[in-house]
Structure formats: C-alpha cells, structure tokens
C-alpha cells in the first residue's frame, strides 16, 4: 500500500462547479497536511495548510481533515478556468524521524471548462 | 519578504557531462532546503535535504550529490548524468519540519 494514494483524474468541470479533490494515507503519524497548486512547467504552490483533523476555509477553497479515517479533502467553490491545473496533496509527521519530509500524492490534474 | 530562486530554467545536457544546478533563499536565516524531482507519472520524489551548512541528508541513492556552502544557498550536481535522470527538479525551503514547503519555479532538465 502506498503512503499516499491520490486519483491522478484528469477531472473535467464546467465553470461554477464545486470541486472535490481526495487523498487517502497509511501512516498514522501524520500530523500536518498540506494542498498544493501545480501550474503547467512551474513549481508546486503552497494553497491550504491544515494541522490535525478539522476543518480550514479560505475564500473558495475549505480543507477537510479526518485522522480516524485517514482522508483528506479539498473543495473548490465557484470553479474557475484560472483553477485548471494539478493538485497536490502533502503530508507530514510532526516529529521524529523523517518529520522534516513531505510526502505528496501523484496529483490530480483540474479542467474547468468555460 | 522570502523568496526562492532556482536556475536555470531549462537545461539540456548530453548523457556523461556534468551538472550543477544552484538554488537561493532570502529574506530568512537558517532555513531547512529541499531537493526534490518531478518524473511525469511518478509524482514528487525527495532527493536531499539540508537543516543547516554542510548539512546534507540523501533520500535516494544515485550519482546525483548536494552540498550547501552556504546558509541560503543549495546546490545540486553530478558529476556524469544519465538518461535517467531528465526530470523536472525543485528546490524548496521550510521554517521548521512539518510546515508548508515554498517551492520555487524548477528547472527542466533533459538529458539527451
């Protein structure tokens, strides 16, 4: 089993559309979970960063955490062409070894369709 | 503010010839930096990482090395690259373990 498993999509939505992106982990000493923004041939960008089970909202976008399920979740509201790109999910322990290390998910590439 | 640089951009290098590709921080002191390489299909792969100068923790062997002569600064190379190693490399920098990395924008390496 993978330590991060991610559906690599290619996920299609039309404009407006709400938009959900999962992971799934193994470890359980994951304390820090991470979403990141890909755009075609340019570094990941940091989008929501979330410690521990919960829920994170900002403006469009909310970050969901379940520890007990070892699931995590990003939604899109309002889609928009400009969120076409690769999602990046990214986790990590919060101590010991290897807590230096994020560990990503394939990625899921977004289509939002005019 | 922080920011990352990375360059070059985009390189093509011949099977067998060098490599050294270079990676700046400022606007912070001490940070934690990454190496990491992006392979189409195979997702974000962590090469070295550095939590101080001359400080360097390898996650995949191979004939790439990486040597921080510097606080803000980070250097990947090799001294004969392979086929195998065309990939889109990042560099990244943290404050502190388990915290958002900042990435900056790549470099391209095609190894013909």
């Known amino acids: 089993q993978k330590e991060v498993e991610q559906d690599p999509g290619p996920l299609s939505v039309p404009e407006g559309a709400i938009v959900s992106l999962n992971c799934t982990y193994s470890?359980?000493?994951?304390?820090?979970f991470m979403w990141y923004r890909q755009y075609s041939r340019k570094g990941p960008e940091l989008l929501m960063y979330t410690y521990s089970s919960g829920n994170k909202e900002d403006g469009r976008f909310t970050a969901q955490v379940d520890k007990s399920s070892k699931y995590i979740s990003l939604f899109i509201r309002d889609s928009q062409p400009s969120d076409s790109a690769t999602y990046l999910c990214?986790?990590?322990?919060?101590?010991?070894?290897?807590?230096?290390?994020?560990?990503f998910g394939k990625g899921t590439k977004l289509s939002v369709i005019p | 503010s922080q920011t990352i640089h990375q360059w070059p951009a985009t390189l093509v290098q011949p099977v067998g010839s060098p490599l050294s590709l270079e990676c700046t921080v400022e606007?912070?002191?001490?940070?934690?930096l990454y190496w990491y390489r992006q392979a189409a299909g195979r997702g974000l792969q962590l090469l070295f990482y550095s939590v101080g100068i001359g400080q360097i923790s390898s996650e995949v062997p191979q004939n790439l090395s990486a040597s921080r002569p510097q606080d803000r600064q980070f250097i990947l190379s090799s001294k004969k690259l392979l086929l195998s190693d065309s990939g889109f490399y990042l560099c990244?920098?943290?404050?502190?373990?388990?915290?958002?990395?900042?990435f900056g924008s790549g470099t391209r390496l095609t190894v013909v």
């Open positions: 470890n359980s000493a994951f304390q820090y």
């Open positions: 990214a986790m990590s322990a919060g101590s010991g070894a290897g807590s230096y290390q994020l560990t």
């Open positions: 606007g912070t002191s001490n940070p934690n």
């Open positions: 990244a920098w943290s404050v502190s373990r388990g915290n958002g990395y900042t």
